[in-house]
């Protein structure tokens, strides 16, 4: 389990319980997934040769 320090920022990953009034558990959250566009490149290099 990871917890964190709330005083100095620290992070550390152990095995057994932390106690403390500083360390407070790391809730880990599942990160959102990404939105990707259906919006086309319409850069002018798709054009090229097109004269």
Do not use: F, H, L
């Amino acid at each position: 389990m990871k917890y964190k320090n709330v005083k100095t920022g620290a992070i550390i990953d152990v095995e057994s319980k932390v106690s403390g009034e500083n360390w407070e558990p790391v809730v880990e959250e599942e990160p959102e997934k990404k939105k990707t566009s259906s919006k086309k490149d319409t850069s002018d290099d798709s054009k090229e040769g097109t004269k």
